[in-house]
Structures are given as structure tokens and as C-alpha cells.
């Protein structure tokens, strides 16, 4: 009986082991074994056609199991690249974030900086803009901020980079915008009657952003701000920088209300 026992026992065992090991492999990972090369050429094929997910595995399995060497850094740029295409900004900010950690001299380090000023460029809400009539200026600044550091390294570390002249078109456009940005701010303030947090709001366009076209609504702004405070000497001053880099202001027939345009829209320049 204890022998029956035994190979009673055995058998279970076995076909306990036999059930486990089919459990544990149904579906087994069919990239298992494949080199480094060959995961990043399946990658790249899915990429052509636009997988981004399949794409994303295969990427993400040769960083994980090939970490060192050439493939494992250009799947780092190519999965910033995938996530971006498959509207996941923020874990393409995050690879390209990796990369510049890892490969801070890396010959791709402008092709990064690119494209993570493209990623904060235009949010993905900017699309609508066109249906909405939102001018981009008016939302959250810190994306567009952080597209102008991403683009002004760029130029500053590489003048000479393919990617350089559209960045310094797109910068161009940042500027503007931010600066507009300020001016929302600082009317915003004055028709609250908060007039020095409006004068500061405008000071600052005139300060830190020379030349951009809203310089005009800003200095229209100090004045009618200085105005209400009772400063006339500032009020004066104000107005008499107004007529001379401005003359004839619209702002003084329209109001604040004087339309800007829709020239600076970055959907129509690129």
C-alpha cells in the first residue's frame, strides 16, 4: 500500500508539474531570444507603419534587456519619437529626459531637444483652436515655456543643426505668444481695478520681450493704468513712448478690444 502510495504521489506530482509549466507558457513571449538588431528592425517596421504600440514593445523590451550599446540608445530616441506620435507626451518627455541623462553628449542631443520643444509646442487642446477661436496665448503658459528653453538650447548648443532654423521660426512665434500672454494677464488685472498688478503685468512685455507687436497694448495699458492711479507724470511718459514707437494707436479709438489678428497662429506657419 505504501508503494501504491508513493507512485500515487508521484503521479500527481508529475502531472501537477506538467499543468504548471503549461500555465506558465501558454502564451510565451514571442520575442524571446531575439538579438538587439533584430528587435530594433521589427521595431522600426512597425514604426513605417505606424504601430506605435507594437512599436513601444519591441523598444522598450531591447532597453530592458540590451541596456548598453547602440541599439539600446537610438531605442531610447525612437521610443521619445513613438510615445510622441501616439499622444503619450508625457512619457515621451520622459524617455528624452532618460536619454539626456544617459547620453548627455550624444550625437542626438539636438534631435532631442527638438522634439521635446515640439512635444510642448502645441498641446494637444491647440488643435481645436480653429473651432474654439481660443488664441493659444491665452492658456497655461508653462508648456510653451518650457518648448522656448527646449528650443533656445538648441540654438544656443547647435547653430549648425538641421533642426535649428525651424526652431528659430517656432521661437519666434513663443515669444510673441508669451509676451501676448502677459497682456491677457495685465488686462485682466486692470479691469479688476488691480492697476499696479496691471502695470507690472505690461512693464515686463516691454522689459522682457523687445519689439514684439503686443508692445503696443501694453504701453496702452500702463497708460490708462497710470491714469486711474493719478500718476500723470508716468501716465505722460507712458503715453509719449506709446506715440512714438506707435503712432496713432488704434487702442485709442478701439479699447482694449482692438483686434490683434490671427497671423501668429502656429497651425497656419508649419
Known amino acids: 500500500m505504501s508503494r501504491l502510495f508513493r507512485l500515487a504521489a508521484l503521479f500527481a506530482f508529475s502531472v501537477l508539474l506538467a499543468a504548471c509549466g503549461s500555465l506558465s507558457k501558454p502564451d510565451g513571449d514571442p520575442t524571446a531570444g531575439w538579438s538587439a538588431e533584430r528587435l530594433y528592425r521589427e521595431a522600426r517596421m512597425e514604426m513605417s507603419d505606424s504601430n506605435w504600440t507594437d512599436a513601444r514593445t519591441h523598444l522598450e523590451s531591447l532597453e530592458a534587456r540590451y541596456p548598453f550599446g547602440g541599439y539600446a540608445q537610438q531605442a531610447l530616441i525612437d521610443l521619445a519619437y513613438v510615445n510622441w506620435k501616439d499622444d503619450e507626451p508625457e512619457q515621451a518627455l520622459a524617455a528624452i529626459d532618460r536619454f539626456q541623462q544617459q547620453y548627455p553628449n550624444h550625437p542626438g542631443t539636438d534631435y532631442m531637444l527638438y522634439l521635446k520643444g515640439l512635444i510642448t509646442f502645441t498641446p494637444p487642446s491647440a488643435i481645436f483652436s480653429s473651432i474654439t477661436q481660443q488664441d493659444p496665448s491665452e492658456r497655461d503658459p508653462k508648456g510653451l515655456r518650457e518648448s522656448y528653453e527646449a528650443f533656445t538650447e538648441l540654438i544656443r548648443r547647435y547653430p549648425d543643426s538641421r533642426y535649428t532654423p525651424d526652431a528659430e ?14 497682456v491677457h494677464v495685465a488686462q485682466y488685472y486692470y479691469e479688476r481695478g488691480a492697476y499696479l498688478a496691471a502695470i507690472n503685468r505690461a512693464q515686463t512685455v516691454i522689459t522682457d520681450f523687445k519689439g514684439v507687436p503686443i508692445s503696443e497694448k501694453a504701453l496702452y495699458i500702463m497708460y490708462m493704468a497710470y491714469g486711474k492711479l493719478n500718476m500723470p507724470e508716468l501716465r505722460d511718459d507712458a503715453k509719449r513712448v506709446l506715440d512714438t514707437n506707435f503712432p496713432n494707436s488704434k487702442y485709442y479709438e478701439q479699447g482694449l478690444d482692438a483686434s490683434q489678428g490671427s497671423w501668429w497662429n502656429p497651425l497656419y506657419w508649419f
Open 169 to 182: 521660426k517656432r521661437v519666434t512665434w513663443l515669444v510673441n505668444t508669451l509676451a501676448e500672454n502677459e
